[in-house]
């Protein structure tokens, strides 16, 4: 029974120029940014959902330096992605904006599409989400980008899984003592919230997050078929790991499982593209070795094999004649000679077998790609980041790593109150193997409640925009830091800490 | 490679039909003020849609800001690395700076898993460093060129 998945390819829409209503004019009704380095949401507070909701990326085409015509597309003004993968450009390093034209010029497309048209600023206090123990260098260049280049009146910095958290509570805000699993494009966060306020100081961060685990399915499908590198894209992966990818509850035990054939028949994934765009590239080097160079080994074994034979042969008509032949072959005596002929032909069968396999493979429709181990392989490094290579604990060994920090009531309580969110986390799965892992961690019967965000990509957008409206909110304006400084920050519930940067002498 | 391409072959195509001269368009219908400080283009045209200069300013952004603002300037942004390194050496001890919150190395021993197939590995292969699961594996690596060896190795970060 094959399931079969033929990958979408879907291509963005170009977004919709909204109209600037007159209601959000007068009442300056708060804009809300959830900036992250997967997707940015925008829109007003007041709304349910972001007007804006856009791939956090320009195509800059770098053209003639000299004249400056540089062609700049947007966001979603870009159909394809595969396409300009090259030129794409990000404002963030990791998960950090550090790159503030770029920036600039994804901040005036989302302005610009909202329908903005007042002159000269923009009359709306702003919500901007940033990342847990954002570098105080990064926030001054923000804040000053906000304030000099669109004159904003006021401006709120917040940690978007907080605002995640707050929004799925029966009241909004954060618990008195939890947990929060943040897993996005770029890294995963574990940070325990104590006192209605989160511990930044114990939080930990594991540098890897959705875009890892697509490109880890991308070069593990490219070693197993290299004839369809170039079909095997990003954005297809993108859409196999969110569709097809599922978490192991118990990663040992699924692997063994992949290998049994009937269950692999059963269970294997069948992918499928719409069509083959471009032509695909034959990389040379295979894990069975490609037929060619499979073939030319066969034929160099061979002829190995002959001349030894006629050494053999040579041997019944002059024993003396064969043992000179048998020592420039490098062998000491006869005897070993028909061994290593032996040998030889044992190896020339194995590489026929390998060929014969190599073929019936081929044989097999192109353009399709059989996904089974693959599916568990790609999620789990976020549990077990050795397996990319990163010498980071995993998710489980942090959260109980960090629980370790607090006293045991404390620990307790944290245990009935984890909190996921993120995107990357609605992978089937996520959930489930954070209560297996949390069943082993913990005391013997101690109660372990595990929740996730009812949207975890869109609930971080509409916390903010809750506390923006609330009365817990803590706007900083201009003036506060033209008498701090731009590196200035009201700390809240929902925020980083300040760190200050020491002047240098 | 692609960029080239689209560098010099395909690049007056792609203007012809770009969506930034549409955006260009578009914008004209919806400015209210125009900014006056247009700098004007030397460039030969190639196509008349693409008139509009790249800079053009759009209304509610603060025009003394842009004479001097970011876009104009060709401004090299400091990356990740170099900002961690400056707040290591900034900060004192105790402080939660961006590097302090990394998730440490594993205390746990981890677990191996074979390259070829993601079986667990019992087994490392000395000359190519490769770790395989069983025999028909061992094989396999002895057929691949060296190229995917160090593919397969740089999957996980190690080197031949």
Same mark, same amino acid.
């Given at each position: 029974m094959l399931n079969l998945y033929t990958c979408k390819d879907e291509q963005n829409c170009p977004d919709v120029l909204h109209e600037y209503e007159a209601q959000l004019q007068t009442e300056s009704i708060p804009l809300i940014i959830d #900036?992250?380095?997967y997707h940015c949401r925008v829109g /007003?507070? @007041?709304?349910?959902? $972001?007007y804006l909701n856009f791939k956090n990326v320009i195509a800059k085409n770098r053209g003639n330096r000299k004249e400056k015509d540089w062609d700049i597309q947007v966001a979603n003004e870009i159909a394809d992605l595969e396409t300009v993968r090259w030129l794409l450009r990000t404002p963030y390093d990791f998960n950090v904006v550090v790159n503030y034209s770029v920036q600039e010029t994804l901040l005036d497309y989302a302005f610009k599409h909202l329908g903005i048209s007042t002159?000269?600023?923009?009359n709306h206090p702003l919500v901007l989400t940033e990342a847990i123990a954002n570098p105080s260098y990064c926030r001054k260049q923000m804040s000053e980008l906000l304030f000099e280049?669109?004159?904003? $009146?006021k401006l709120a910095y917040g940690i978007d899984c907080l605002f995640s958290n707050g929004y799925n509570m029966p009241e909004f805000d954060l618990p008195e003592v939890g947990l929060i699993v943040s897993s996005g494009f770029q890294s995963t966060h574990v940070l325990p919230v104590f006192g209605k306020k989160a511990d930044i100081k114990n939080c930990c961060r594991i540098n890897l997050g959705g875009y890892n685990c697509s490109a880890y399915m991308q070069r593990l499908l490219q070693f197993k078929h290299p004839q369809l590198v170039s079909e095997l894209t990003l954005s297809r992966m993108d859409e196999v790991v969110h569709g097809l990818c599922h978490v192991a509850p118990n990663y040992q035990e699924e692997i063994t499982k992949c290998c049994d054939i009937g269950f692999k028949d059963k269970h294997a994934t069948t992918l499928q593209f719409s069509s083959s765009t471009t032509p695909s590239n034959i990389k040379t080097g295979n894990i069975l070795g490609g037929p060619l160079k499979l073939e030319k080994k066969l034929k160099q074994a061979e002829h190995k094999l002959y001349e030894l034979e006629c050494v053999i042969e040579l041997e019944q008509e002059s024993t003396e004649a064969a043992e000179k032949v048998a020592a420039d072959a490098g062998c000491s005596s006869i005897k070993e000679l028909k061994e290593k002929t032996e040998l030889m032909r044992d190896n020339i069968q194995a590489i026929r077998r390998d060929l014969d396999e190599q073929y019936r493979l081929d044989k097999v429709a192109t353009g399709t790609v059989k996904c089974g181990i693959e599916k568990c392989q790609a999620p789990e490094i976020i549990f077990q980041p050795s397996l990319v290579g990163y010498n980071q604990s995993g998710l489980s060994e942090c959260i109980e790593m960090l629980l370790e920090n607090y006293s045991k009531e404390v620990q307790e309580l944290m245990a009935k109150n984890i909190f996921i969110t993120g995107g #990357? @986390?609605?992978?089937?799965?996520f959930r489930e193997r954070v209560v297996k892992d949390m069943i082993q961690i913990r005391p013997y019967q101690s109660e372990i409640i595990v929740r996730q965000a009812a949207d975890p990509s869109l609930d971080a957008w509409r916390g903010a925009a809750k506390w923006a409206l609330s009365q817990h909110c803590n706007w900083m304006e201009r003036k506060d830091f033209e008498e701090?400084? /731009?590196?200035y920050l009201k700390e809240h519930n929902f925020s980083n800490m300040h760190v200050a940067t020491k002047s240098t002498t | 490679m692609e960029s080239k391409r689209s560098d010099n072959v395909t690049r007056g195509k792609k203007r012809a039909r770009s969506p930034a001269s549409a955006r260009g368009r578009k914008r004209k219908d919806l400015k209210e003020n125009e900014n006056t400080s247009n700098e004007l283009k030397n460039v030969p045209q190639? &196509?008349?849609?693409?008139?509009? *200069?790249?800079?053009?300013?759009?209304?509610?952004?603060?025009p003394k800001y842009r004479?001097?603002?970011?876009?104009?300037r060709t401004k090299v942004w400091k990356n990740l690395k170099q900002i961690m390194n400056a707040q290591k050496s900034q900060s004192s001890n105790g402080e939660v700076t961006y590097a302090s919150i990394d998730a440490p190395p594993p205390v746990k021993p981890v677990k191996k898993y074979s !390259?070829?197939?993601?079986? *667990?590995?019992?087994? &490392? !292969? *000395?000359?190519?460093?490769l770790r395989y699961s069983n025999s028909d594996e061992y094989r396999q690596i002895q057929h691949i060129s060296s190229d995917t060896v160090v593919g397969l190795l740089a999957l996980r970060q190690a080197s031949y």
């Open positions: #900036n992250g380095s /007003w507070a @007041t709304k349910l959902h $972001p002159d000269g600023c923009i280049s669109y004159c904003i $009146p #990357n @986390t609605k992978i089937d799965g701090c400084g /731009w590196e | 190639q &196509t008349e849609e693409v008139a509009k *200069p790249r800079q053009e300013p759009l209304c509610f952004k603060n004479e001097n603002g970011f876009s104009t !390259d070829i197939s993601g079986l *667990p590995a019992f087994y &490392t !292969d *000395p000359h190519t460093k």
